[in-house]
């Protein structure tokens, strides 16, 4: 099995895309709002990602 | 309560879906005919799992003492658990990464609990499509 290494941004946002998949697959009923859902959940991930780091960055001084 | 019971779905119209869907994620999609959604299942498990391998991320074992140590090791054990036959495999082919230092190690242990988290979300949501609570 081969090494991987990835920074913390690359791997949140890998985290943030198959738990987005998940939660999209089995919360809606029609696949139109599960892709929705699916994406919608991506971009809340990926905000806080940017908006946690901005402000563990500012926070750090 | 006796309308309740007699409403309650038997034991054979979800059992065979959750444990197929404990053991092979997207199993139990598989099984009720939603092979596209269970496709999807299965390559975000997988693929999460495997990246939690690469990443040499550890395997919890059970541990008690204070709360925390409890909560986080017997939950982080049931995490993995859950994964099912990758757990399994995993450790049966001798996988025991030691938890040492490092984000990616650390990315990796969380990669590999919350790939078990996802396949409980796709158990539950199995069992609901089994049990008829929903398409």
Known sequence: MPKMNLSHFEAA????LFASIVLGVITKRTDQERLRYGVRCF????AALVGLGWLMYLGHG | MATDQAKAPSIGTWAPVVGLGWL????GHFLLKRTGRGTLLLVSVLSMFLLGLMMRGAMFQPQTGDILTTIIYCGGFLG???SGLLYLLATWLGYAQPDVAGHVHDYGTKF???AGLLNVLAIVDAYEIATGKKD
């Open chain 1, 13 to 16: 946002i890998l985290f943030a």
């Open chain 1, 43 to 46: 971009v809340y991930f990926v």
């Open chain 2, 24 to 27: 092979i994620p997207g199993g």
């Open chain 2, 80 to 82: 993995d658990l859950a």
């Open chain 2, 112 to 114: 590999l609990v919350g």
